[in-house]
């Protein structure tokens, strides 16, 4: 390993670093190991989590889990008193069970009024709510929430998409707001 030489004005010695800087390449691999870490827990205190309602089976598999439909269920983050139900398919086997295999891009979205509602701060008039991975690396099922100001109603989409090429398939849903409550829109 090359090493760097440098004098501190301060101090007569001549110090010998790594050529990573740190004190020891270690030290710098730890340096980027927290740094990561902290980066993913922010992402994850901000991202939207569902709770599993339930799930059935639609295809046996004799080695792995069986392929099911998963009925899922998130609120929305910016108005409080809508939760969104989604469903979506899981596909099992050895690749399924072992979290590398593809999902189908079959879903859908109802999203209701559960309680009464209120809005945590503006919003833009589209705004995906939620997203999951729905393949090893590359595909997501994700919904977005888009604002209708004209008639007071927030509509929810719900759609597949891949790197390359994502799918037509959708669903949508639509909550109206009631008229003395206008729509925080941006």
């Keep these: 390993m090359k ?94 069970s072992l979290g590398i295999a593809e999902d189908t891009s079959d879903a859908s979205v109802a999203c209701r009024q559960v309680g009464p509602i209120s809005f945590n701060g503006t919003f833009p008039r589209e705004e995906e709510v939620f997203s999951e991975r729905s393949s090893f690396l590359f595909k997501h099922v994700r919904v977005v929430r888009m604002a209708d100001k004209k008639r007071n109603t927030l509509v929810y989409l719900v759609y597949s998409d891949r790197v390359i090429e994502g799918s037509p398939k959708n669903s949508v849903t639509a909550v109206p707001v009631p008229a003395d409550q206008p729509l925080p829109v941006k």
């Design 3 to 96: 090493e760097i030489i440098f004098a501190a004005q301060h101090d007569s010695k001549i110090k010998t670093l790594p050529r990573c800087g740190f004190s020891t390449c270690s030290e710098k691999a730890l340096a980027m190991k927290s740094t990561f870490f902290l980066f993913a827990l922010v992402l994850a205190a901000f991202a939207t989590h569902a709770e599993t309602v339930g799930d059935v089976s639609t295809t046996f598999r004799w080695v792995g889990a069986n392929n099911k439909i998963v009925v899922d269920v998130f609120d929305d983050p910016k108005v409080t008193g809508v939760s969104c139900y989604l469903s979506h398919a899981k596909t099992g086997g050895v690749k399924g």
